[in-house]
């Protein structure tokens, strides 16, 4: 049953593999160079050169001074094999079919073009100066093969299947490693990615907001179009985990409103104010205030500490009130989140943050 289990689970992250642009990767990592000296780099979720995390590591390669980069994939990936058919030993073997790895240890300039570019590391995996070989398995990043190649790893950077995101954070937390991959914003309220936001084990990155990435041809949302003959998919609320640090995780948040009682609705069954929107929050409150989820997108933990979040089974001990399913025909479970009276009713908030200001 267990192997049905994970068999199902890879079919479906085969389903929202979602390639993401390479000038989206440019603008997060640029905030991490340092991070990089060094280290071994470990891109688990990505085929090689068709995934533009590994265009990134190879060709600024020597420039982040890398140690190694190590990148494996899924067999039968959607997208494989559109930008260069890798050749293996057995020659009726399809390549599209494969899972496999490719180890760089080093990039040079072999094409004399002055210019270190994919067909520089193309020559070295075709004249065996680095390593490009099949898996036992099928790529999938909890296989043993590749449990080993993430003990060997720095840092791990990529973009995870979202349907295994939890999954996917709760292995690199297991084997204590540093990362930077992207995940969907209500990943947040994950009862397995909470605790960790809330801890500073993890934060997000220094970008959030709108992406587009590449999706297969089968792929079907409203949200999809064509663009050169490929075809994408925009998503709204997209933003980097981590937990290498970054300059703007130590911003300050410039506040400006002053607290006002008549203004601040407290909550029915917390013992804290709601706050609609970040640029509300009060400078001079320091009790406890519910935010939304996005504050995590400025949150300085030298400025602010979060207590918890508003939740069904008030896991952080903050609720100060349970309510009966008579008190709540019209508007459903006020259970659920932070309660709120509204024109002499009571009505449910959205996922809101617990925290309170650092004096």
Known sequence: MAGNRNLNAA??????EFYTQLVDIENELK????????????????????????KYFALKFNSLGLKKLIATCYDGSPVMGNELLLQFDTPDADPKKIAYKVEITQVDDYNGDGAVNL?????????????LSRLQGNGDFRSPECVELLKQADIVCTNPPFSLFREYVAQLMKYEKKFLIIGNQNNVTYKEIFPLLM??????????????????????????????????AKFGNICWFTNLDHKRRHDTIDLFKPYDPSKYKPYDNYDAIDVPAIIEIPCDFDGVMGVPITFLCNYNPEQFEILGITDRGNEYG??????????????GDLNRRGAIWVNGELKSTFAKLLIRRKK
């Open 119 to 131: 067909s520089d590391v193309a020559y070295l995996l075709q004249n065996d100066k680095n390593v």
């Open 199 to 232: 801890r500073d084990k993890i934060w997000l990155g220094y970008h959030y907001g709108g992406q587009k990435f590449e999706v297969p041809l089968d792929f079907v949302k409203d949200n999809t179009y064509f663009e050169n003959g490929k075809k994408y």
């Open 11 to 16: 079919m479906k992250a085969k389903k929202d």
């Open 318 to 331: 903050l609720k100060t009130k349970e309510y009966s399913k008579a008190d709540t025909p019209k508007y």
């Open 31 to 54: 905030h991490y160079r340092e991070h990089f000296r060094g280290k071994v780099v470990f891109c688990n979720c990505d085929d090689p050169y068709e995934s533009n995390f590994f």
